[in-house]
Structures are given as structure tokens and as C-alpha cells.
């Protein structure tokens, strides 16, 4: 599967704020966005006029960068939201946050969305007692996401089962059974990413 390699600090620095991407190097001071508030490359510094579709074209980079998505598949999660009753910019926001590598980082399964993402890929997750190695699911209300039975000895997930952790109100979770339900859909209000899907709509409807 196609994905970024390279290095995720450029993209907080190019879309000029922290998109949390690095887990707790974003809250710590070697955060290069603290150090670097620019754009990297030789013109990163200049300052430059953003005309309208600079502004949308930024938003759904954030969004892309955010949820580790790229094109391809971030253009059809839009097609679906537009087909999907309701608003449009608000149904993609859901997708989003319902794909499976996405709820195990808001559950605190890991670090980073990056970091659960590997945990899914590896497959140390379950969905609903089964083992789901796909980032991409797309969990539903009622699923139950916990850690594979083999994996709750390894080091990492001692060290999270004595880590008090708080899920957004969507979900719950029960670090002594290393697991979480998905209790219903998330409202735009619980969702925290700094970005304005209006805009994203207004790009693709060109």
C-alpha cells in the first residue's frame, strides 16, 4: 500500500502548525515547528499572498497529512460523504475518524495516528474479538476494539495499562480489559483538528 515516507515534521512546517503527528515530540521543545515556524525549503521564509484556491488546496493537505490518507483514497472518502445525506464537509470528517487506526489512537492504543496505525497493520488489534490488520475499517457504533491477547504481555502495552487515558465522548474505554466501544457517531463539535472542511468541499466541487 502506498504511503508517505518521509519526514513528518515538513509537513507541520509546511502547513504552519502542529499537526501532532510525531506523538510526544509534538509536545516537547525539539518540536521543529516550535524551532522553525516556516515552511522548509529555500523560500520557505517569503511571505506570499494566498489567493482563494491556495487557501482550499492547504485545508485538504492538513486533512490528507492529519489522517495519514493520501489522494487517491481521500478523493473517494469525499465521492462517499457527498453521496451520504446530510453535510457533506461533517459526513467526510466521520469517515475519518471511524477508520479503524484513527480510533485506536483517540483510545490511546497509540501514540500517534502513525504509531496505530503500525500497532493495526501488525496486528494487534481486534474489532469485535477478531483480529483486523486493515487501518482502513471502518468501525461502527457498538464494534468493541481491544488488544490481542497475545500482544497485552509485550512491554508496550504493560506500560499503557498503567497510563490513565481519556477518550472523546464518542467512545469509552476500560484500560483493565485493554479495550473500548465505539458508543456512537462523532458530532463535528468532537472533532479537534484544525481544519476547515467547507473549503475542502469548495475544492472538489470545481
Given at each position: 500500500m502506498a504511503r508517505y515516507t518521509g519526514p513528518v515534521c515538513?509537513?507541520?512546517?509546511?502547513?504552519?502548525?502542529?499537526?501532532?503527528?510525531?506523538?510526544?515530540k509534538c509536545y516537547s521543545d525539539k518540536c521543529p515547528v516550535a524551532k522553525r515556524a516556516y515552511a522548509?525549503?529555500?523560500?520557505?521564509q517569503s511571505r506570499k499572498k494566498m489567493s482563494n484556491y491556495g487557501a482550499q488546496l492547504r485545508e485538504k493537505q492538513k486533512a490528507k497529512r492529519i489522517y495519514g490518507v493520501l489522494e487517491t483514497q481521500f478523493r473517494e472518502y469525499y465521492e462517499k460523504a457527498e453521496r451520504q445525506k446530510g453535510i457533506t464537509g461533517e459526513?467526510?470528517?466521520k469517515m475519518l475518524e471511524l477508520r479503524l487506526d484513527?480510533?485506536?489512537?483517540?483510545?490511546?492504543?497509540?501514540?500517534?495516528?502513525?504509531?496505530?496505525?503500525?500497532?493495526?497493520?501488525?496486528?494487534?488489534?481486534?474489532?469485535?474479538?477478531?483480529?483486523?490488520?486493515?487501518?482502513?475499517?471502518?468501525?461502527?457504533?457498538?464494534?468493541?476494539i481491544g488488544v490481542k491477547e497475545?500482544?497485552?504481555?509485550?512491554?508496550?502495552?504493560k506500560q499503557l495499562a498503567e497510563t490513565e487515558k481519556v477518550a472523546p465522548e464518542w467512545l469509552s474505554i476500560d484500560m483493565d480489559k485493554m479495550e473500548g466501544s465505539v458508543l456512537a457517531e462523532p458530532k463535528?463539535?468532537?472533532?479537534?483538528?484544525?481544519?476547515?472542511?467547507?473549503?475542502i468541499v469548495e475544492l472538489y466541487s470545481k
Open positions: 515538513r509537513q507541520c512546517r509546511r502547513e504552519g502548525i502542529k499537526l501532532y503527528l510525531k506523538g510526544d522548509p525549503g529555500q523560500h520557505g459526513n467526510l470528517l484513527n480510533v485506536a489512537f483517540r483510545l490511546g492504543f497509540g501514540n500517534s495516528r502513525a504509531e496505530a496505525r503500525q500497532l493495526v497493520r501488525h496486528g494487534h488489534l481486534t474489532v469485535n474479538g477478531k483480529k483486523v490488520d486493515i487501518p482502513s475499517y471502518q468501525v461502527k457504533v457498538g464494534d468493541i497475545t500482544s497485552r504481555t509485550s512491554e508496550k502495552f463535528r463539535e468532537d472533532i479537534d483538528i484544525p481544519v476547515e472542511e467547507t473549503f
